[in-house]
T-cell receptor, first 115, second 109 residues
Framework: GAVVSQHPSWVICKSGTSVKIECRSL??????MFWYRQFPKQSLMLMAT?????????EQGVEKDKFLINHASLTLSTLTVTSAHPEDSSFYICSVPSGTRETQYFGPGTRLLVL | DAKTTQPTSMDCAEGRAANLPCNHSTISGNEYVYWYRQIHSQGPQYIIH???NNETNEMASLIITEDRKSSTLILPHATLRDTAVYYCIVRGRNTPLVFGKGTRLSVIA
């Protein structure tokens, strides 16, 4: 069964609005979760590491004020795309380390289309 | 930057073994070799990982060379549903996965 869930699975929004994406760990308590995005025909790019109880760590080139991450509990991390623009249209995927941290399990992804 | 090199694409006949190579010549002693795959419009799926010994599970086998500079993922009997992009990733235990471009495997009937 699924280890990681994401909601919504897809969303269409108008330019300038904000969109919140949820990532839930179903099997593990996760002090850390990871957010990736994937543009068409490209590979996954790590955006940030979500840390429970502290600030997220962002990769170089990712604007922390635009992509707000909140690790609300040991099973939930949210990514909010603020003031979304068409260039933010992408496939957003979260992942959760396993209990032993040897592997990472990925959510099904959220497809965002900004008009 | 990804630490691995993989062929861009491969074809495999349905029912035959698919052998996907990966070079990771700069791998460190404490880094594992991971394989994931991504079927179109889905999140990546974990396949297998190993440190230095060969590994096998219900999905695949992982063969790592003795010097650990390369590895091969083997899908013993490829089916059409194995068509996907396969990513070979080198990773330390507590670091996030960094994806390269992967190999696009097409299983042909």
């Amino acid at each position: 069964g699924a280890v990681v869930s994401q909601h919504p699975s897809w969303v269409i929004c108008k330019s300038g609005t904000s969109v919140k994406i949820e990532c839930r760990s179903l099997d593990f308590q996760a002090t850390t979760m990871f957010w990736y995005r994937q543009f068409p025909k490209q590979s996954l790019m790590l955006m940030a590491t979500s840390n429970e109880g502290s600030k997220a760590t962002y990769e170089q080139g990712v604007e922390k004020d635009k992509f707000l991450i909140n690790h609300a509990s040991l099973t939930l991390s949210t990514l909010t795309v603020t003031s979304a623009h068409p260039e933010d249209s992408s496939f957003y995927i979260c992942s959760v380390p396993s209990g032993t941290r040897e592997t990472q399990y990925f959510g099904p992804g959220t497809r965002l289309l900004v008009l | 930057d990804a630490k691995t090199t993989q062929p861009t694409s491969m074809d495999c006949a349905e029912g035959r073994a698919a052998n996907l190579p990966c070079n990771h010549s700069t791998i460190s002693g404490n880094e594992y070799v991971y394989w994931y795959r991504q079927i179109h419009s889905q999140g990546p799926q974990y396949i297998i990982h190993g440190l230095k010994n060969n590994e096998t599970n219900e999905m695949a086998s992982l063969i790592i060379t003795e010097d650990r500079k390369s590895s091969t993922l083997i899908l013993p009997h490829a089916t059409l549903r194995d068509t996907a992009v396969y990513y070979c990733i080198v990773r330390g235990r507590n670091t996030p996965l960094v994806f390269g471009k992967g190999t696009r495997l097409s299983v042909i009937a």
